[in-house]
């Protein structure tokens, strides 16, 4: 064999396998950004049952508690920048606003001995903290698919890929400050 043949085999050789390797770190970019869409269209469902349900829970509570407006003022305002959230900053904003709301409107339910011993109201409350739990579960999930995927496109030659097909560092959903700290409601 002749020694330019050789060269030719081992150019074509070098290429194949180089376009191998190409194709397989796009393809499992794709496959780890698909499951950061996954994840997060998980979560929304549980965010948008947990939506769902807050209009039920606030009409049990002005039952008992009608005068007790802002704090019911406060979760139908969250619940709405929740569903109307277009990304997933908006979404940790608005969750983060929603969480902190609930927990000031149940600090408002502890003083409604009868409220809490409502029949509807522990049924949504149970509803609602399950859905609470899973969603939990969910973003646990969103953060763990978002971190494979953006470690992924940082790495080493994936990183050349990920420039060249436009593949983006994804946000983590993140609670914001506002959510560490303790509300602080007073009568």
């Known amino acids: ?16 396998i180089l376009g191998i390797a190409l194709i ?3 393809n499992s970019m794709v496959t780890l950004e ?7 269209a998980n979560m929304d469902v549980y965010m948008q049952r947990r939506a769902d349900l807050i ?9 008992y508690a009608a005068h007790e407006q802002e704090a019911i003022d406060s979760v139908t305002e969250a619940r709405a920048k929740l569903t109307g959230a277009a990304t997933p900053e ?3 904003e608005a969750d983060a606003e929603l969480s902190s709301a609930l927990s000031r409107l149940l600090v408002v339910v502890e003083n409604y001995p009868e ?3 409502s029949e509807n109201f522990t049924q949504l409350a149970d509803e609602l903290s399950g859905t609470e739990n899973r969603i939990a579960v969910a973003r646990k ?3 763990e698919n978002v971190t494979k995927f953006n470690l992924a496109i940082r790495k080493f030659p994936n990183s050349l890929l990920a420039g060249l097909f436009g593949f983006e560092k994804k946000p983590l959903f993140a609670a914001s400050a506002a959510a560490q700290e303790v509300p602080n409601v007073e009568f």
């Open 55 to 63: 209009p039920n829970l606030v009409s049990t509570v002005k039952g």
């Open 24 to 26: 397989s770190g796009y």
């Open 90 to 92: 908006a979404a940790a």
């Open 1 to 16: 064999m002749k020694k330019g043949t050789i060269i030719a085999i081992a150019l074509v050789a070098l290429a194949v």
């Open 141 to 143: 999930d969103y953060n």
């Open 34 to 40: 698909a499951d950061v869409d996954a994840a997060y």
């Open 115 to 117: 409220l809490k011993a």
